[in-house]
């Protein structure tokens, strides 16, 4: 009875209630998914749609699309990526990126950059993260419903309140990634509501799967100034209090500034560039610490929803950002291949950049298994890029960074299992690999000779412990009946206390 009278509620709301009002110019879930298959129709072997997972609830797909030239050959190619409507009545960046793709698409093979940039690049455009949320908008259920569909009490009921916030069901999925998931709003109620574990939803899991596979060197999310409080900002990570800077601060930031020159804001001039404070779960610190990806969100606009008339407005001035992060893409950085100097075959590596490095914030940068590579983005200088294999002997290499990217292919000599070299101690507590998803191996070097070592989920539980009973060695740490998660390892002495994240993926 109590859903047949809600149904009778929402469906006099969707008659009487200006929720109902979404300018037609922004595109549905149906309309935005039939633009991807036109384009895949209108441009055969430039485009491809892939389904990327599917929302937590109503299961609808998640539509990704690759632009790229030769789509049907798997390329070693830098990749990029751009979504939209992470944030459900966040709609206009579904509206950018559909923009981008087809101009992208339009002026391949006539606008001589633009042709190189799909030469070069492999582009991902994902309209719709939460088409769940999205949807629950577009029908006019409510139209500042931010939040995707989790059924947070459990009653097989949508619970919600039409207008901002209040909304018993739903979860931030901006606030759900792994990365400083523990510090977001544990409240069902709120609109940031993190999730009842940190990666829980499937949307989440959606985008850490292309992330993953496909190591974006640089993305944007694209979001609206929903209170008017972040008015056509660029947001980079991270200076939090301390101050504690991102470790790569200095390229990430010098790359915001240009981007954010680029936009055109509504009123003139270009977009504020302001680097992000909060450690709150949101994909974009969680993309940068664990893969390496230059990320920024952009709050596009003074409002909400731009009225349908300035749509194309805003997704024009938005494409020469985007261009510009394309040509950004390929410039000042790193291309680094490494293969077995024997047999020429990829070898996954560890690759650190040593001005760069910070062991305590950021998950471990590594080549990909298929090809053996790994593209980075840095300011022109001159760095220090150390290479560790497991069963390989490592390489140091010193270069010199100018306005292209410098091309390493390195070459590792396989020494056996028995001669493996043992992992460098340039910290005092080290994960190998990390992430793992059946053993790693825990490097310690301390200038104590007593110890302990404990490894707690992010509820506080305690799941392994061991004594260290000399000042430096190695030890291999097994999960047994614990599921995939962050989790923290802690090293405590009579007077030191160290602690470190380690990522589990089954």
């Known amino acids: ?20 009002s ?50 049907a050959e798997n390329e070693d190619k830098p990749t990029v990526l751009f979504t939209g409507s992470i944030h459900a009545e966040e709609m206009i960046g579904t509206e950018i990126v559909l923009f981008a793709a087809r101009s992208l698409l339009e002026d391949y093979g006539e606008d001589p950059a633009v042709t190189r940039y799909l030469d070069s690049l492999k582009v991902w455009i994902i309209p719709i993260v939460n088409p769940d949320g999205h949807k629950v908008v577009t029908d006019g259920l409510d139209e500042y419903f931010r939040k995707n569909k989790h059924d947070n009490n459990e009653n097989g009921i949508f619970d919600f309140t039409p207008g901002d916030g ?12 792994p990365y400083n998931w523990e510090f977001g709003n544990s409240d069902w109620d709120a609109t940031t509501y993190r999730g009842p574990g940190a990666g829980s939803e499937s949307e989440t899991k959606a985008i850490m799967s292309i992330c993953r596979r496909e190591r ?10 929903a209170y008017g409080t972040y008015n056509e900002w660029v947001i980079y990570p991270w200076r939090w209090s301390g101050p504690v800077y991102s470790p790569d601060y200095e ?24 680097y992000s404070t909060s450690r709150t779960g949101n994909a974009s610190d969680w993309q940068y610490s664990e893969l390496g990806t ?31 992060l394309l040509e950004r893409s390929l410039g000042p950085g790193l291309w680094i291949h490494t293969y077995n100097d024997s047999t020429g075959e990829p070898v996954h590596s560890v690759i650190r950049v040593l001005e760069t490095y910070d062991e305590e914030l ?18 022109p200088g001159d760095y220090t890029v150390a290479v560790y294999a497991r069963h390989f002997a490592g390489d140091t290499i010193s270069v010199h960074i100018g306005e292209f990217p410098v091309k390493l292919d390195i070459g590792l000599h396989y020494v056996g299992i028995e ?50 009973p000399f000042s430096s060695g190695e030890l291999s740490f097994e999960p047994q009946g614990v599921s995939s998660g962050v989790y923290i390892c802690t090293v405590e002495g009579n007077s030191f206390f160290l602690s470190k994240r380690l990522l589990y993926i089954k």
């Open 1 to 20: 009875m109590r859903g047949i009278l809600l149904i009778s509620l929402f469906s006099i709301l969707l008659v009487s209630s200006p929720f109902a």
């Open 22 to 71: 979404i300018d037609p110019r922004y595109h549905t879930y149906e309309e935005a998914s039939a633009a991807l298959d036109s384009l895949v129709d209108e441009f055969p072997g430039l485009c491809v749609k892939e389904s990327l997972g599917v929302s937590e609830v109503d299961r609808r797909v998640i539509w990704g699309l690759k632009i790229t030239s030769r789509t």
């Open 166 to 177: 209040g909304d018993t069901d739903g979860v931030d999925i901006n606030r759900n990634f």
């Open 216 to 225: 974006f060197v640089t993305s944007v999310f694209y979001h609206s100034s």
């Open 251 to 274: 390229t990430i930031q010098d790359i915001a500034y240009e981007f954010a020159e680029r936009i055109v804001a509504h009123d003139g001039g270009g977009y504020n560039p302001r």
């Open 294 to 324: 230059v990320p920024f969100i952009v709050e596009v606009d003074t409002c909400l929803r731009p009225e349908g008339w300035r749509v194309n407005s805003v997704c024009e001035n938005h494409l020469v950002g985007i261009k510009y």
């Open 362 to 379: 950021l998950s471990p940068r590594t080549t990909d298994s298929t090809f053996g590579a790994h593209y980075r983005l840095l300011v």
């Open 419 to 468: 001669e493996e070299q043992s992992l460098p101690k340039t910290a005092p507590l080290e994960f190998f690999p990390n992430p793992f998803n059946s053993r790693v191996k825990i490097a310690y070097s301390l200038p104590w000779s007593e110890a302990t070592l404990k490894i707690f989920n992010l509820y506080g539980v305690k799941i392994y412990e061991q004594k260290l």
